[in-house]
Nanobody, 121 residues
Framework: QVQLVESGGGLVQPGGSLRLSCAAS????????MAWYRQAPGNQRILVST???????TYTDPVKGRFTVSRDNAKNTVYLQMNSLKPDDTAVYYC???????????????WGQGTQVTVSS
């Protein structure tokens, strides 16, 4: 019932910026921690950033100072503003979220479809 729909990926030059969006759709009782992961070809999927429903954030060291995660709880949407992009940021970026459709449920984890970010000159 809950889908995570991503947008905003693309090709950008080093030093450029992109803004990724991930909207959770459906009837949601509560949307918990949301996160961004990325996976480069031949590498494992790694956690990039998290944000709680209250706005507390974490970032992996390579993106600190360059990426900013935010969310709009009214729109059930999480964003990842990516500035000063580097070739090493090239990866498929995935949205992840924990949610409850009903109050009695245990937390469920969902994934977006992934969006390609390519940083190249």
């Amino acid at each position: 019932q809950v889908q995570l729909v991503e947008s905003g990926g693309g090709l950008v030059q080093p030093g450029g910026s992109l803004r990724l969006s991930c909207a959770a759709s459906g009837s949601i009782f509560r949307l918990g921690v949301m996160a961004w992961y990325r996976q480069a070809p031949g590498n494992q999927r790694i956690l990039v950033s998290t944000i709680t429903s209250g706005g507390s954030t974490t970032y992996t060291d390579p993106v600190k100072g360059r990426f900013t995660v935010s969310r709009d709880n009214a729109k059930n949407t999480v964003y990842l503003q990516m500035n000063s992009l580097k070739p090493d940021d090239t990866a498929v970026y995935y949205c992840n979220a924990q949610y409850k459709v009903e109050s009695w449920q245990d937390w469920v984890t969902g994934w977006g479809q992934g969006t390609q970010v390519t940083v190249s000159s």
